[in-house]
């Protein structure tokens, strides 16, 4: 029985809602799995900071060119039509609004749309970095989170108290649990695990979920 998706499976999840040539830009680290799971039919172009553009599939061990990476410093492949360009041309698409997607990884999500994914401290990520730029030059911005933190305390929550990446941002959220849209400064319940029950899920959230209709069940494959 599934207690809760893995990275993996939230990956699927989140890739099931990029449109066929959609430019999209995945953060470090969980996010960058969105690319292995395009749907049949539908291609997007990926977008990284230090500057490519259509780039391909992560090469198998051993054949990496480590002059060909992402901006999570990981191999990525050349495809046809790939570009390279200049780091300030990268930030330029970004901040210019031709970005389609950003999907990024978070710490806390507050119900207003407020994301926090850095934080000072001994474990934390030691600069906000380009997300600040892709979460307002995106047309759309979403997460991929665990639903809780290790210790089971809340990341979906009122107000962030964490520092915010940027604020009334987010406007989906791939969780462990759910998948929860953000209107009107509220979180909206749309999918969730059949396992559970909306008064479990809630008991694990920090803010309230509201529903609008049927939720419908979370199913992914196994990967």
Partial sequence: MTTKLTPTQMAWRAAQDITDG???N???????MVARFQP?????????ENGILGFGEAPA?????????????KAVTLKPGTAFFHHADSFAMVRGGHLDVAILGAYEVAETGDLANWSTGPRGVPAVGGAMDLVHGAKRVAVITDHVTKDG??????????PLTGVGCVTRIYSSLAVIDIEDGRFVLREKLPTMSVEDLQSLTGAELLTQGPVADLIVPEL
């Fill in 61 to 73: 061990a051993g054949e990496e060119d480590w002059d060909l990476i992402n901006a999570g410093k």
């Fill in 40 to 48: 049949p039919g539908r291609e997007a172009i990926f977008h990284t």
């Fill in 22 to 24: 959609a430019y999209v």
């Fill in 26 to 32: 995945l953060g470090i680290g969980f996010p960058e």
């Fill in 153 to 162: 305390r809340p990341k979906l929550v009122q107000r962030c108290s964490l």
